[in-house]
Nanobody, 125 residues
């Protein structure tokens, strides 16, 4: 079970920090990802982090502005979003997949098993 929080309405250039709480006792062995979906568009990859937090990938559109992190002790993953733009407006989803590799950080939505319900981020111009 995954639950996102932290979305909201902000202005261009503002920051938001999304959180995803995971419920279960094996969180530390899950690769975690963030995806987003705008109305009328397909779900797209935003960021991913391996369960060891040693591997992270970002979509080109957010690289340098967004940072993914995790706290395995708190069963949580975060997405720090800075310099937000109107094109970042979307519902943001947290995803998880059990991983047998310390380095695994999938970027495709079909690679994930569990999904949260999403949190809305709206960036006004």
């Amino acid at each position: 079970h995954l639950e996102e929080s932290g979305g909201g309405l902000v202005q261009t250039g503002d920051s938001l920090r999304l959180s995803c709480a995971a419920f279960g006792d094996t969180f530390s062995t899950y690769s975690m990802g963030w995806f987003r979906q705008a109305p009328g568009k397909e779900r797209e990859f935003v960021a991913t982090i391996s369960w060891g937090a040693n591997v992270q990938y970002y979509a080109e559109s957010v690289k340098g502005r967004f940072t993914i992190s995790r706290d395995n002790a708190k069963n949580a993953v975060y997405l720090q979003m800075n310099s937000l733009k109107p094109e970042d407006t979307a519902s943001y989803y947290c995803a998880a997949v059990l991983s047998d590799s310390y380095y695994n950080a999938p970027t495709g939505p079909y690679e994930y098993t569990y999904w949260g319900q999403g949190t809305q981020v709206t960036v006004s111009s």
